[in-house]
């Protein structure tokens, strides 16, 4: 996670240095990292489909809908010692809450493209990149953030000590954006005192532009971490979607 103020300010200097990421390539969904399988074979757009996730460009991943998930997380019952800024400078006006099974958060996004590099995370695209996430794939790599859909947590602090909450890496996610639902993990943490980032392929998948520079939304998301619950290995994310679409639509029934 990074510092956004420093971000804006560095990434005005280096516009005119480094391209957008966001090509018709990086539009593409996202799929486990290193994937190669052709159309129809498991991990294609097309098995995935018919495992119950849909193709980017549609409204949402799995079966639950954004609007239940919505309703499901109106009332904050808030757990943590305090708010949260969204960014640097911002009024501390986040708290996180806590519904049956899940603990949930309403923020902003702004784009996480630490970790491996790839043509899209790099020093060059990124000047606040890190080779580095908090968790790490079964295989001890750092995460893949142009591939893996994760969301960023705060650091533990007095204000909220996440781990407490079964919150961890590799905790399941389901991630809404208007009329869109994307199911992710726990991947990364930040600032202790920041809130509301996700990977670039998280951003990807919900339509929202996952530029490190440019990128990211001022428009609401909501982030749902479903508590004591893993996709494993992390880094897959059929297993995150497989899981999460489960939880979600028990989540929706209980709350």
């Known amino acids: 996670m990074r510092n ?4 804006l300010v560095v990434a005005a200097g280096v516009a005119l ?16 990292p290193d994937a190669k399988s052709p159309r ?12 119950g996730t849909v193709r980017e460009g549609t409204m949402r991943e799995g079966t639950v809908r954004a609007a239940d998930l919505l309703a499901a997380t109106r009332s904050c019952k ?9 960014d640097d400078g911002a009024r501390a006006d986040v ?10 958060w309403k923020a902003d996004m702004d784009i996480d493209c630490d970790g491996r590099r790839t043509k899209a995370c790099n020093r060059r695209t990124d000047p606040l990149f890190q080779p580095t996430t908090a968790f790490q794939q079964s295989d001890g790599r750092h995460l893949n953030a142009e591939r893996l ?9 007095h204000r909220w000590k996440h781990a407490e909450h079964g919150v961890t890496g590799g905790t ?7 009329d869109r639902v994307q199911y992710a993990v726990v991947g990364d ?9 996700a990977s670039y392929a998280t951003a990807r998948a919900l339509g929202i532009r996952p530029d490190p520079r440019t990128g990211g939304t001022g428009d609401d998301v909501t982030y749902i971490l479903f508590k004591g619950h893993k996709a494993q290995p992390i880094e897959s994310h059929r297993a995150a979607v497989a899981r999460g679409d489960a939880l979600a639509r028990e989540f929706v029934r209980r709350n």
């Open 4 to 7: 956004r103020t420093t971000a």
């Open 149 to 157: 859909p994760y969301v960023v947590v705060p650091g533990a602090s």
């Open 40 to 51: 129809g074979t498991p991990g294609s757009s097309a098995t995935a489909v018919r495992e």
């Open 78 to 86: 808030q757990i943590s010692h305090g708010k949260y800024r969204t």
């Open 17 to 32: 240095l480094a391209p957008a990421c966001y090509t018709a390539a990086a539009q593409q969904s996202p799929s486990e």
């Open 95 to 104: 708290p996180v809450c806590a519904s049956r099974g899940a603990v949930h």
């Open 189 to 197: 943490t930040g600032p202790t005192d920041l809130i509301g980032e």
């Open 172 to 178: 399941v996610a389901a991630v809404v954006h208007r």
